[in-house]
């Protein structure tokens, strides 16, 4: 199937459930396993609209540690309509002991198997 196709069947999802199903077959499309959605047009909401398809123990602890707020790749993605890999957005820069909570953010994601996305 076509992108073009696949965007129409975004556009017409009747239904939250539709949504999400499409967007799977997508990413599987692809080569993924897994997705997670974010409405990036909403920088001023303190917890946007996010679901996917990445498992309730990743999307726990990303909500439980409050890392949309330092994550480097959403920020990234509210700034261009283009796609990016993660490893394409830099990471900031350690300035003293602790480290960044963007960081944090990467190795958790490694911790649940994730090493790179789109």
Not at 45 to 51: A, I, M, R, V, W
Not at 61 to 79: G, I, M, Q, W
Request: hydrophobic content about 35%; overall charge negative.
């Amino acid at each position: 199937m076509q992108l073009a196709e696949r965007l129409a069947q975004l556009e017409s999802a009747e239904n939250i459930e539709r949504l999400q199903a499409v967007m799977q077959e997508t990413v599987e499309s692809f080569g993924f396993c897994a997705y997670n959605f974010f409405d990036a047009g909403r920088p001023h909401s303190d917890t946007p609209l996010f679901f996917g398809t990445t498992g309730t123990n990743w999307e726990s602890e990303y909500r439980s540690n409050d890392f949309v707020r330092h994550d480097h790749t959403l920020a990234r993605a509210r700034k261009t309509n283009l796609g990016f890999r993660w490893s394409e957005v830099p990471l900031p820069l350690k300035n003293g002991i602790k480290r960044p909570i963007a960081m944090q953010l990467m190795d958790a994601a490694q911790d649940h198997g994730f090493k790179d996305g789109y």
